[in-house]
């Protein structure tokens, strides 16, 4: 073993089995082969396996799981160790096994020891060693947690500060008011900040200045406003956040106060915004489904489906899973044939693969397998996944499992899910251990290209 390929193998799931696989082998009583392959390199086994160990007691032998990867000098191993040590509350130990990373400048070792300190009474030392890397979002994120713990909140804040005051202009055109902040989420560290110290009116202030007013489907200020029961400005904001993620949170907290009516009335007059029912149909039918009224959820996605434009893949997907969970496959099935009308009767994979499973509900997987094997793509390597998908929930594994043996070289997890659900272990070990070729990026010569990947 050597850290480059552990870490490699880890990253990209190739080579290896995954760790939802391991799970599966536990789950099916495969203890003994996760043993077994733990010893010759398979990381996620070695993980599950010293974590079963530590859970019944034998310490000592979870640790020597551990000992062959620690010694190639791989965090994530490290890690693990780390994890470990603190449950049983050898806390120090904990700390000396990750010092070295952290200060060697491994940026998520740094942050795991940071956190490792203050959770034990050490946040001034954790505020110390982070406060040089204020740059960065990943540790500022880091240092902001853990300043409140320290007595350091106003430290944190002037250092964001001057992190705001030196943002530059983002490039040299003129008419472009974009800024280039580091780190770039200082911004709302620093109303974090101004939030726990009760300035309430000072970190919406600050959140009223950010150019990127969500993150991963989240809007900050909005989750501020629905906290401090500031439910009036809420309203305002959802009207005027764009991305619908401030209304969707305004709907969460009338769902959450037995409003149900007013979340429900709160997306519909959004959806009725130009272009707003796009960012706001599938919450509105998961409220519906929530609420018992899959009618009425089915409804919203058809209408947004049937607008000009509106036969995206995700929308008409939501609905036909709507149908499916409803009840209603057939009700899913004609509204495929009449997009499949509108398109001079062609339908992409894409449209033809969630007919898959609405055909199996009404009784025609045979069907269904004999028209995807005849559509034009359906020789690929995804449409054998979707297909082997399909076989596998109708309780059809070997079919499934001989579905993805047309293409050897693509689908080796799903593959090999379906050879352990068969009791073929060792045929799935050998085709998740199948070597990859790594992928070498060629030096760029300075024209663009026009061949994917662009």
Same mark, same amino acid.
Do not use: M, Y
């Given at each position: 073993m050597d850290a480059a390929d552990l870490d490699y193998r880890a990253?990209?799931?190739?080579?290896?089995?995954?760790?939802?696989?391991?799970?599966?082998?536990l789950e099916l009583g495969h203890e003994r082969e996760v043993e077994f392959q733990a010893g010759r390199g398979e990381w996620f086994c070695a993980l599950e396996r010293a974590r079963l160990l530590g859970h019944r007691g034998r310490r000592e032998q979870a640790l020597e799981v551990l000992a062959p990867y620690i010694a190639t000098n791989w965090w994530p191993a490290a890690r693990a160790r780390a994890e470990l040590l603190e449950g049983w509350g050898r806390v120090e130990e904990a700390i000396a096994l990750s010092r070295p990373y952290a200060e060697a400048g491994d940026r998520l070792a740094l942050v795991f020891f940071a956190r490792l300190l203050a959770r034990h009474g050490r946040s001034g030392e954790a505020f110390m060693l982070l406060r040089a890397g204020i740059q960065d979002g990943?540790?500022?994120?880091?240092?902001?947690?853990?300043?409140?713990?320290?007595?350091?909140?106003e430290e944190a804040a002037t250092l964001l500060e001057a992190r705001v005051e030196a943002a530059v202009p983002a490039c040299n055109d003129p008419d472009c008011n974009n800024l280039r902040m580091e780190p770039s989420?200082?911004?709302?560290? +620093?109303?974090?900040?101004?939030? =726990?110290? #009760?300035?309430? &009116? %000072?970190?919406?202030?600050?959140?009223?200045?950010?150019?990127?007013?969500s993150v991963n489907g989240r809007d900050q200020l909005a989750d501020l406003l629905a906290r401090h029961d500031r439910i009036t400005e809420l309203r305002a904001y959802a009207a005027s956040e764009h991305h619908g993620h401030a209304v969707q949170r305004l709907a969460e907290v009338l769902e959450e106060r037995g409003d149900v009516e007013g979340a429900i009335a709160a997306y519909r007059t959004f959806g009725a915004t130009p272009d707003g029912m796009w960012h706001v149909?599938?919450?509105?039918?998961?409220?519906?489904?929530?609420?018992?009224?899959?009618?009425?959820?089915?409804?919203v996605m058809r209408a947004l489906a049937e607008r000009p434009g509106g036969a995206e893949d995700w929308i008409v997907h939501t609905l036909c899973t709507l149908y499916a969970?409803?009840?209603?496959?057939?009700?899913?099935?004609?509204? +495929?044939?009449?997009?499949?009308? =509108?398109? #001079?009767?062609? &339908? %992409?994979?894409?449209?033809f693969r969630m007919r898959l499973p609405l055909m199996a509900d009404c009784g025609l997987l045979d069907e269904a397998i004999e028209q995807a094997r005849a559509h034009p793509e359906g020789d690929t390597w995804y449409a054998a996944w979707a297909l082997s998908d399909v076989l596998a929930e109708a309780g059809r594994t070997e079919d499934a499992a001989a579905v993805l043996e047309q293409h050897p070289t693509s689908n080796g997890s799903r593959r090999a899910e379906r050879l352990i659900d068969l009791g073929r272990i060792e045929d799935a070990v050998r085709v998740l251990q199948q070597p990859r070729t790594k992928p070498t990026t060629p030096a760029w010569d300075g024209p663009y290209s026009t061949e994917p990947p662009f």
């Open positions: 990253r990209t799931l190739t080579g290896c089995i995954p760790p939802l696989l391991v799970a599966r082998l990943f540790l500022a994120e880091c240092l902001v947690d853990v300043a409140e713990a320290a007595g350091l909140d989420n200082a911004v709302g560290l +620093l109303a974090t900040i101004r939030e =726990r110290q #009760g300035r309430i &009116e %000072e970190a919406i202030a600050l959140l009223h200045t950010r150019e990127a007013t149909a599938v919450p509105l039918s998961e409220l519906l489904v929530r609420q018992g009224r899959g009618d009425e959820a089915i409804e969970d409803h009840g209603r496959p057939r009700d899913g099935l004609a509204h +495929l044939d009449a997009l499949k009308a =509108r398109s #001079g009767g062609k &339908e %992409e994979w894409e449209f």
